[in-house]
């Protein structure tokens, strides 16, 4: 029976090793891809996002005319009803702590110089989706792009609810998660893979080299990360509560997914 994996990316909550997973066990993903999400043959991003629950199906048809076993949204967020209602479709997300989420964030955008900011306010100020306030609330409610401070209580049950449909929820904290339960679900193997950590990164260190970022290089050695004042994490804390709010309940209600092997309903 074919199977197409869709796999919601959150930022750096363990998004690319559960990609290069994908490849290293065989699933087929678009030819032209970038981190399993889809791109045309001219290179443009295919937004799966704005795909209405008809041309969502058309894409799956498309997925199983082609092969395709595995895709990812990395940049917005489908219509889950529509996927979750699928037969065909297996959804699969990992979350991580919202504080833990950003700092690695903040710190690999730093070290790989997609942000020039020094402080973890001045990244927050920069407009990329990525970097807003109840990250994880805007991605699963499916308000990606809600001005700062307009999520509410009814943006976060929305947001519960949508993680409910999906098969799998992984959490990088939750003991297993990776190393087992991951493939465990999917029936893959652990393989060898490149996860996109921000340290240990040796063509990222020669690289800082090479540009003479020689005091960065040092501290990207000694894996020191950029140093945080307690203002900084009590604002975030407060523009972010949403989302901790959401990540505690995950954690208390142990939401996992018919498919993730502690689940009674897996066995």
């Not at 889809?38 to 799956?60: H, I, Q, S």
Request: proline share 4%.
């Amino acid at each position: 029976m074919y199977r197409l994996i869709w796999f919601q990316h959150v930022h750096k909550a363990a998004g690319s090793l559960i990609v290069n997973q994908a490849i290293a066990n065989g699933e087929v993903l678009f030819e032209n891809h970038k981190n399993g999400n889809p791109y045309t043959p001219e290179g443009e991003l295919t937004p799966l996002w704005e795909f209405d629950k008809d041309l969502l199906t058309a894409f799956v048809d498309q997925c199983e005319a082609e092969g395709v076993t595995f895709v990812a949204t990395e940049w917005g967020a489908p219509i889950y009803e529509a996927l979750h209602s699928d037969p065909r479709v297996v959804l699969v997300t990992c979350l991580r702590e919202p504080w833990s989420r950003l700092i690695s964030n903040f710190n690999y955008d730093y070290y790989h110089g997609f942000t020039k900011s020094r402080t973890l306010g001045g990244f927050l100020s920069e407009e990329l989706r990525i970097k807003q306030d109840n990250f994880l609330v805007r991605v699963f409610s499916r308000n990606y792009s809600a001005p700062e401070g307009q999520l509410d209580e009814n943006s976060l049950s929305t947001a519960f609810s949508n993680l409910r449909l999906f098969d799998l929820v992984l959490v990088t904290e939750r003991q297993y998660d990776l190393s087992n339960h991951l493939f465990e679900a999917l029936g893959w193997q652990s393989k060898p893979v490149f996860s996109h950590a921000t340290f240990g990164n040796l063509w990222l260190l020669k690289s800082l080299v090479g540009r003479l970022r020689l005091y960065t290089a040092w501290k990207y050695l000694l894996r020191r990360k950029i140093g945080i004042s307690e203002e900084e994490k009590k604002q975030f804390m407060n523009s972010s509560h949403l989302d901790l709010i959401l990540y505690d309940r995950l954690m208390i209600e142990e939401i996992r997914g018919f498919l993730h092997p502690l689940n009674p309903t897996s066995h």
